[in-house]
């Protein structure tokens, strides 16, 4: 197994999209990139903590790969927002793909080069590439928030 984590504001809408995908063993949203240790969602609120909402998703590379999840994360959230999503403003909405080896590395940064080159956005992607950091899993009313609640999905 090998794990994939990505920031594209509220982690509720982007664990919502990554688990319609067939292939994901698990997804878990949390908090990570921050200075703050064991970070509540009230802490991570306060904009001070440096963490990003994240989702975590462990999966086989040999039934998916991480191009396609690169695929969704670049088409659940505008790229070009810096630090908010729709209505979600703050350092802990940030487009942020958080690497965990080299490979996802490369990889993450040739996707974003493609999606530049395409002119899809009128302005520069902000996503940032960061290597991964300690993950902090959010509270468990986080974990599959619009599966417990019957919702499909929000305004991403």
Not at 5 to 31: M, N, P
Not at 44 to 55: A, L, M, S, Y
Not at 85 to 112: C, M, R
Request: glycine residues 8%; hydrophobic residues 30%; contains cysteine.
């Amino acid at each position: 197994m090998e794990k994939a984590t990505f920031g594209a504001g509220c982690f509720w809408g982007v664990e919502s999209e990554f688990q319609k995908l067939r292939d994901i063993t698990k997804t878990t949203v949390g908090y990570m990139g921050g200075n703050f240790e064991n970070p509540t969602y009230e802490d991570v609120c306060t904009d001070k903590t440096g963490h990003v909402e994240v989702v975590q998703i462990e999966y086989d590379p040999l039934k998916i790969n991480y191009e396609k999840l690169l695929d969704v994360f670049w088409n659940v959230h505008d790229p070009t927002q810096k630090n908010r999503q729709g209505p979600d403003v703050g350092t802990q909405y940030k487009s942020v793909i958080f690497y965990h080896n080299e490979k996802q590395k490369k990889l993450a940064e040739e996707s974003k080069k493609k999606l530049e080159k395409s002119k899809k956005y009128n302005k520069p992607i902000a996503t940032e590439i960061i290597q991964a950091k300690t993950f902090y899993p959010a509270e468990e009313y986080h974990q599959s928030y619009f599966k417990k609640h019957g919702m499909t999905g929000c305004h991403i």
